[in-house]
T-cell receptor, first 113, second 111 residues
C-alpha cells in the first residue's frame, strides 16, 4: 500500500478564498483523522471518522471548517473563507482500530496571505 | 480529558544517550506511544508500550513506564545525527480510546 496520500502538499492562497484539502486513507482502515499542526498550538485533532461517519468534530475551530468522507477511500477538509490564522500543516491519518497505531500522511502545508 | 506534557527541547552529543520524558493524566490510558517526526514529513510510530508493562526495549530504544506517577520516558542509546527530529508522546484516553498527543520534544544531536 502507498500509505496515506494527501494533496496538495503545499497551498498558498489569499484571505477569503476557499481551500480544499484531500486525503486518501490506507485501504482497510476504518478510522480517519484530520489534525492541524502549528508552532503555537502543536498537534490538534480537528475531526475523526469511523466507517465514513463523523464521530467527533469538537476540534473543528469554527463553522468555516467542514469535513466530509463520501466513501471509504476519500475525505476532504474544506475551509471557507480562509483566514491568515488558518496557516498550518494539516495532517490526515488513518487507523484500523480505535486507539491503534495512526498512519500519517505527509501533510498539506497551507499558507493564507 | 487527557493532558500529555513534554519538554520542548533536548540537545545531546552524538554517541550519548538521549532521554525524552512525558507525563500524562488519564490513569486508564491503555496504550502509550512514541512517534517521530522528521522535517517536512508526517509522524511515524517509533514504539509503544502497553499499560501493564514497565519497560520495553527495541534495539537502541528503551521505553520506561511508571504508572503510579503517570510518567513515560524514551531512551535512545548511542544517539546519531539521524535521530534529530521531533518526538511526540501520545496516550489513549476515553471510551473511544482516542490518542492525545503531547507538544513534541525537538531533539538536536550535535556532532
Amino acid at each position: 500500500d502507498a500509505g496515506v496520500i494527501q494533496s496538495p502538499r503545499h497551498e498558498v492562497t489569499e484571505m477569503g478564498q476557499e481551500v480544499t484539502l484531500r486525503c486518501k486513507p490506507i485501504s482497510g482502515h476504518d478510522y480517519l483523522f484530520w489534525y492541524r499542526q502549528t508552532m503555537m498550538r502543536g498537534l490538534e485533532l480537528l475531526i475523526y471518522f469511523n466507517n465514513n461517519v463523523p464521530i467527533d468534530d469538537s476540534g473543528m475551530p469554527e463553522d468555516r471548517f467542514s469535513a466530509k468522507m463520501p466513501n471509504a477511500s476519500f475525505s476532504t477538509l474544506k475551509i471557507q473563507p480562509s483566514e491568515p490564522r488558518d496557516s498550518a500543516v494539516y495532517f490526515c491519518a488513518s487507523s484500523w482500530a480505535s486507539g491503534g497505531e495512526l498512519f500519517f500522511g505527509e501533510g498539506s502545508r497551507l499558507t493564507v496571505l | 480529558g487527557e493532558d500529555v506534557e513534554q519538554s520542548l527541547f533536548l540537545s545531546v552529543r552524538e554517541g550519548d544517550s538521549s532521554v525524552i520524558n512525558c507525563t500524562y493524566t488519564d490513569s486508564s490510558s491503555t496504550y502509550l506511544y512514541w512517534y517521530k517526526q522528521e522535517p517536512g514529513a508526517g509522524l511515524q510510530l517509533l514504539t509503544y508500550i502497553f499499560s501493564n508493562m514497565d519497560m520495553k526495549q527495541d534495539q537502541r530504544l528503551t521505553v520506561l513506564l511508571n504508572k503510579k506517577d503517570k510518567h513515560l520516558s524514551l531512551r535512545i542509546a548511542d544517539t546519531q545525527t539521524g535521530d534529530s527530529a521531533i518526538y511526540f508522546c501520545a496516550a489513549t484516553s476515553g471510551s473511544a480510546r482516542q490518542l492525545t498527543f503531547g507538544s513534541g520534544t525537538q531533539l538536536t544531536v550535535l556532532p
